[in-house]
């Protein structure tokens, strides 16, 4: 009996050792489950949009960060039909659209409201470090008291800023050349007017991107125009930053 015993809890001690060791060898595979990998890096800009006009508000403001390759236009061919939108109307939600579709997009923001005449508004947007070699930031607004003017930086590099670093565009007009220039208020959809802004059979007459000849006004011999001498501009007509934040 007492061999017998004896040898009982012998292997009952051998048992409790092989649990123990499996458990220990348990313990150490689960402490060696890798962690999962860190979230890629990112880098944020903020883009500012002043209005430098006397009585031309901005239409909010679409922003694009891209690759090379993709641009808002390209003076001397037709403007988009999500451009086009913007353009008459003001209304960039087409555009942007239309931009996030493109596989040489990253993203893309818009703005919140109209900028009036010396006023100014900032967006902020972040993308891949990774994609910095090849980041472009592009930015287009409509002045609102005319049939399609806009103002744009087009596909302008800054992968190569530093955190802090900051680029300064002073912007011109053109014309997105898918209305006929009227100046008629039924036409324009800013204060000065309140007509229409976007009608896709309108007038596209030009059809192509070109500078801007500027507002005539009634003032200046315009008999059937509906715009003063105040909503006439000059070059430039707005000033745009880009600011890296981190």
Do not use: K
Request: proline letters at 6%; glycine letters at 8%; one cysteine or more.
């Amino acid at each position: 009996m007492l061999n017998y015993s004896i040898r009982s809890l012998r292997f009952l001690a051998i048992g409790s050792m092989s649990l123990l060791a499996a458990a220990c060898s348990s313990d150490n595979d689960a402490a060696t489950v890798p962690e999962p990998p860190p979230p890629p890096a990112m880098a944020s800009f903020e883009v500012t949009i002043t209005n430098l006009t006397n009585g031309q508000p901005l239409s909010p403001v679409a922003v694009v960060a891209h690759q090379s390759g993709y641009a808002v236009f390209s003076v001397g061919t037709a403007a988009t039909a999500g451009l086009e939108e913007l353009a008459e109307g003001g209304d960039n939600t087409a555009f942007i659209a239309e931009a996030d579709a493109d596989a040489l997009v990253m993203t893309s923001a818009s703005g919140a409201a109209p900028i009036g005449p010396a006023g100014s508004e900032t967006i902020s947007f972040e993308v891949f470090e990774s994609d910095l070699p090849d980041l472009n930031v592009s930015a287009v607004s409509m002045l609102v008291n005319t049939n399609d003017a806009i103002t744009a930086i087009n596909a302008a590099p800054v992968g190569d800023m530093l955190v802090g670093d900051s680029m300064s565009w002073r912007t011109t007009a053109y014309d997105a050349g898918t209305e006929a220039n009227t100046e008629s208020a039924a036409d324009i959809p800013g204060p000065a007017g309140g007509g229409e802004g976007f009608n896709a059979t309108r007038d596209d007459i030009a059809d192509r991107v070109a500078m801007h000849g500027g507002v005539v006004s009634q003032d200046d011999g315009y008999a059937t125009s509906d715009l003063t001498g105040q909503h006439r501009f000059d070059n430039p007509v707005a000033e745009i930053r880009v600011v890296r934040i981190n």
